[in-house]
């Protein structure tokens, strides 16, 4: 899967602030991925909804961009889920991407 240019990180920045960006990408592919496999997508299907929750981040400060992608494409599937339920899939997510980033070595 490639993303658009617009969305990676710079080097030009700090490090820190490039890692925590590449968590944030990480925990949105996660989710997309998950949210993906909810909606019944097939692996192409899944990687290009994953790319959007990605660039969803994007939209506005914050993840309410990408709950509400999320909710969005739930619901037009007829999928209710409750928002601490979607929340807490967001933070475990989060938890998870950074995991990933931890354990490197």
Partial sequence: MTLPAEIM????GCLFDATEH???ARRNL???LSVGR??????DEMEGFAAEVIAADHREPG???VLGLLREALARRGLSVAEPELTAALVEAQRTARLHFTATD
Avoid: W, Y
């Fill in 9 to 12: 990180p710079t080097t030009a």
């Fill in 22 to 24: 590449n968590v944030v």
């Fill in 63 to 65: 993840h309410d961009d």
């Fill in 30 to 32: 996660i989710l997309g």
């Fill in 38 to 43: 909810l909606l019944g997508h097939g692996s």
